[in-house]
């Protein structure tokens, strides 16, 4: 038997499980208020938080550290690579620590499997992170020079939701050509034609439909203005785009949960918010169906939010049109993270090397 610890942050929540093999023994999701968030001015100074919060869940639950066979985390904003395991080394922690690509929770993913795995002299690693870039030379041209189109999105959960659906209906994800939209933290939908995502706009830096704290795209002309009116930093400017974006720069909350009760409790601005983002991720919908030319298996639609099934609908009366949706509330990350560390130590697959 082989146990291993799965760490995944994410935008708004530490994801946490323990899996004895396949079997999940223990899963504790945290979700982080904007306001506990925003007092860190940078990802990495969330790094003791957030180990914290994973040790005392871990001795709250009597589930010693000692007892595991390695640790895996959700990889995040490194250089662009293909998909798959990757051993935690030097180089990954480096990238990780100043953000190469960026800076988002996934980073703490893999530093902090080290640092756990350290501990005990067993090893660390990362699956499917948020940088699989598989897009095609075309989708990578963004219509000025200076500027390429990056894959930066929820790959590890795209991926394993897209994988299990193909299972469902007894197809192989190499057959299909799918849109899997993923609404969580951040939002995105990448367009996976026979196995591979040809394109998806990047989630983590103002692209595609806005998210609960993500401005997604903007008016480019009012936002070069907004930069230069002289009442912003530069660090201002990045964290209205991420972090106070989206429905927390509308509603002052990254969670939906609540979004949804202010509407049952009849605030008629929540609902246009909440719908206006909706309407966003059915366009987004639409773009991936022109990407595949409308040659469309599936619609997906996953992450927390996926869970109201309100919000899902009104996605799926302007998209069902395309072909059929599917819903699939949540996530299939810490099975997929777990699934990937398993194989590598069971000695099915060799660890890749990040460099
Ligand atoms: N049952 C639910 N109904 C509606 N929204 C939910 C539900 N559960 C979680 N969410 C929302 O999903 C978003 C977080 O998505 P999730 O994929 O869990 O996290 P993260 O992006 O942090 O990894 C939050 O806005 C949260 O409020
Ligand atoms: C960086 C893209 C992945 C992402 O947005 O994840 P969260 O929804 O967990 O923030």
Known sequence: ?????????????????????????FEETLRH??????????????????????????????????TLDGVVGRGGLLKPIEGGTYEVNDTMLEDLKVGYLGEHASNLGGIIAYEIAKEIGKKSFIVDPVVVDEMEEVARVSGLKEIERKSIFHALNQKAVARRHANKIGRKYEELNLIVAHLGGGVSVGAHEKGRVIDVANALDGEGPFSPERSGSLPVGDLVKLCYSGKYSLDEMKKMIKGNGGIVSYLNTNDAREVGQRIKNGDKY??????????????????????????????????????????????????????????????????????????????????????
């Not at 038997?1 to 499980?17: D, F, Q, V, W």
């Not at 919908?285 to 022109?290: D, E, H, P, R, T």
């Open 270 to 355: 929540a609902e246009l918010i909440y719908n206006a983002m909706a309407y966003q991720v059915a366009k987004e919908i639409g773009s991936c169906a022109a990407v595949l030319k409308g040659k469309v298996d599936g619609i997906l639609i996953t992450g927390g939010i996926a869970y109201d099934k309100e919000f899902t609908s009104w996605i799926e009366e302007r998209v069902k049109f395309i072909c059929d949706v599917t819903v699939y509330p949540g996530e299939d990350e810490l099975m997929a993270l777990a699934e990937g560390g398993l194989r590598v130590l069971r000695g099915e697959e060799e660890a890749k090397l990040y460099k």
């Open 33 to 66: 208020s904007v306001q506990e968030i925003s007092s860190f001015n940078k990802i990495y100074d969330q790094y003791e938080f957030r180990k914290n919060i994973i040790v005392n869940v871990l001795e709250k639950n009597n589930i010693s550290i000692e």
């Open 1 to 25: 038997m082989t146990r291993l610890l799965i760490i995944n942050p994410g935008s708004t929540s530490t994801k946490i499980a323990v899996f004895d093999d396949e079997k999940s023994i």
